[in-house]
């Protein structure tokens, strides 16, 4: 495992999430948002595409976006409004960037959700 501390805003990781159901968990790409102190707010993608079903962006894994930036290996689906926090201690290893323009489409949701920092002082 990576030190935490050399992971940033729109570091694209692999963490360990957990499922819904609390049992069990996985490794995911996610989109750092915020450091926390010891956790860090982010946005979770998905294999699967849910483009029209909630706010968001799918990335081709054979785009030029994907492989300038994000580096997933296969089709991923960015969840705007899948944000939460994870501890930094969940975090395997940096897989790529978040590329400007898709970091504050996903801010936008950020700024309205319950996780950012500010909110809970």
């Known amino acids: 495992m990576e030190e935490n501390s050399i992971y940033g805003t729109r570091d694209v990781v692999l963490a ?22 010891t956790k860090f707010a982010i946005c979770c993608c998905t294999s699967k595409d849910r483009t029209g079903k909630v706010a968001g962006k ?3 894994k054979d ?4 492989e300038v930036f994000f580096k997933f290996d296969r ?4 969840s705007y409004t899948d944000i939460f926090a994870i501890y930094k201690e969940d975090i395997a ?3 790529g960037y978040c590329d400007l323009d898709t970091f504050n489409e996903i801010l936008t949701h950020f700024e309205e959700s319950s996780f950012k920092a500010s909110e809970n002082l």
Do not use: C, W
Not at 16 to 37: C, H, M, T, W
Not at 63 to 66: L, Q
């Open 63 to 66: 785009s030029p976006e994907n």
């Open 16 to 37: 360990e999430i957990p499922f819904n159901d609390g049992i069990g968990a996985k490794y995911r790409p996610v989109i750092i948002l915020e450091d926390q102190s």
């Open 75 to 78: 089709d991923t689906f960015i």
């Open 58 to 60: 799918l990335i081709p």
């Open 93 to 95: 290893v940096r897989i």
